[in-house]
């Protein structure tokens, strides 16, 4: 069964840290590229990173950039998003998604997402 699995969520403080991970099942995620979405509530899902089969890294929103960074562990079968200095307004559902080899290709397949609360 093909899957992706998020994980990592969490109620964390303003300036806290938190680290998503997306693991995948019944195939190999470096054969794609892996994509972090959110939605927060009342609002459209936006793209937030992206880590091409390559490795390069596209930022889909400037929002996060210089806060949040993208990683992969191949033997993990595993991407990560490292998150800091969370702000009030990164509260969302965090989702990861399959995209083929590039950042800007078709969707494959999307986990069922990881509530991160930024909240004091």
């Known amino acids: 069964q093909v899957q992706l699995v998020e994980s990592g969520g969490g109620l964390v403080q303003p300036g806290g840290s938190l680290r998503l991970s997306c693991v995948a099942s019944?195939?190999?995620?470096?054969?794609?590229?892996i994509g972090w979405f959110r939605q927060a509530p009342g609002k459209e899902r936006e793209g937030v990173l992206c880590i091409s089969r390559g490795g390069g890294v596209t930022f889909y929103t400037d929002s996060v950039k210089g806060r949040f960074t993208i990683s992969r562990d191949n033997a993990k079968n595993a991407v990560y998003l490292q998150m800091h200095s969370l702000k009030l307004e990164d509260t969302a559902v965090y989702y990861c998604?399959?995209?083929?080899?590039?950042?800007?290709?078709?969707?494959?397949?999307w986990g069922q997402g990881t509530q991160v609360t930024v909240s004091s």
């Open positions: 998604a399959s995209r083929t080899i590039v950042c800007d290709s078709a969707f494959g397949s």
């Open positions: 019944g195939f190999t995620l470096d054969d794609y590229a």
